[in-house]
């Protein structure tokens, strides 16, 4: 970007970038005509109507024809206009609320004052967010404390960012360059100051970046070490309490339907995973009872993240709109195949030294 010219409309940067720009162009001159016209007739009429001595106007006839034509096209045209902007904006809104399936997941804490950013491979970064360009981008967004909302102007795209919950904003970056972060939710003192940058860079570069990672190892590996830290796995992952079922097996649940002890169904999801580690005995499975304590409080949102993408590497189902297990991230195409045991360790060489 370089030079700070004034800039009447952000970058285009996105692939619904454009598509934005249009709707709002249409936007701007259905609002300047009407204007225009009715300031106008506004003029035009006082003139032409104005009292001219004592003269006294023709009664109006109530059942002309010319009034009820008039009438029909005044209303008509007005109503053609605007389910245009209906239809126009709802189209682009479903395209900006649903992610493409084999999109790259990045995830995304927002906390007083600033952006947390998580990548799958075990990159950190904060105020700072490093995306391929030219690739389907999925953020998976949540708030440590109030709430904020994520924009990236130059990708025409927002969502807000709740504590307690996972919102998802997906973008197709199409110019390798730098383009402001804003938190676009009034959130206390230094809200203003809650900015950061969007660097789009070619795959290669990419890739050297990622690879310069935290040396932490994957998400789903340090998701790995907190489940066993915090002593999940003692049932979880303990064969003798899956053969006398007290703790329902996570190996390729994730993405399933699960059904529930008061007989309703669930889908496996982030929500779902995270809701049950903060309040396990919201929804329990059929067949097991309430004896899981709450890690409420013992958990951060990072934790629950890397909790989430380590269950989701013990076997997502086919179908489901994710992920990138490790391993799938790195050789760019590929997606994990049903079934796979995708608990592999991310392949050697992408998994980082120190930064
Ligand atoms: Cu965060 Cu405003």
């Not at 934005?20 to 109507?49: C, E, H, N, R, T």
């Not at 950013?117 to 995306?131: C, F, K, M, P, S």
């Not at 907190?226 to 999940?232: D, E, I, P, V, Y």
Request: charge should be negative.
């Amino acid at each position: 970007m370089g030079e700070k010219s004034f800039q009447l409309f952000p970058e285009v940067a996105s692939s619904i970038a454009g598509q934005v720009d249009a709707l709002y162009a249409y936007l701007v001159l259905v609002s300047a005509f009407f204007s225009l016209l009715i300031a106008f007739l506004v003029v035009f009429f006082a003139i032409k109507y104005r009292k001219r001595g004592n003269e006294v106007p023709e009664p109006m006839d109530e059942h002309s024809i010319g009034g009820m034509v008039l009438e029909i096209v005044w209303s008509v045209i007005p109503l053609g206009l605007s389910m245009v902007m209906f239809a126009w904006g709802a189209s682009i809104f479903f395209t900006e609320s649903r992610p493409p399936a084999d999109s790259m997941e990045i995830f995304v804490t927002g906390k007083q004052w600033m952006w947390k950013v998580q990548h799958n491979e075990g990159a950190r970064e904060i105020n700072e967010l490093h995306v391929p360009v030219n690739r389907d981008i999925r953020l998976t967004l949540t708030s440590e404390d109030v709430i904020h909302d994520f924009y990236v102007p130059a990708f025409r795209t927002k969502t807000d960012v709740l504590p307690g919950r996972y919102t998802t904003e997906w973008f197709r970056p199409t110019k390798v360059g730098q383009y402001h972060i804003f938190c676009a939710e009034y959130c206390g003192t230094k809200h203003s100051g809650m900015i950061g940058t969007v660097y789009v860079m070619n795959e290669a570069d990419y890739n050297a970046w990622l690879g310069a990672g935290s040396g932490e190892g994957s998400m789903a590996e340090q998701g790995q070490a907190l489940f066993n830290q915090l002593g999940c796995g003692t049932c979880h992952a303990s064969e003798i309490n899956k053969q006398n079922g007290r703790c329902p097996n996570l190996n390729g649940l994730f993405g399933t339907t699960v059904d529930l002890k008061d007989g309703s169904k669930v889908k496996m999801d982030e929500t779902y995973i995270r809701e049950s580690v903060l309040y396990p005995q919201a929804k329990i499975v059929a067949g097991y009872d309430d004896i899981m304590p709450t890690f409420k409080g013992l958990v951060t949102e990072d934790g629950l993240l890397k909790l989430v993408e380590y269950v989701k590497s013990l076997g997502p189902k086919n179908g489901t709109q994710t992920s990138a297990t490790p391993a799938a991230m790195q050789t760019s195409a590929s997606q994990p195949k049903a079934g796979t045991p995708a608990r592999t360790a991310p392949q050697a060489g992408t998994v980082p030294g120190n930064r």
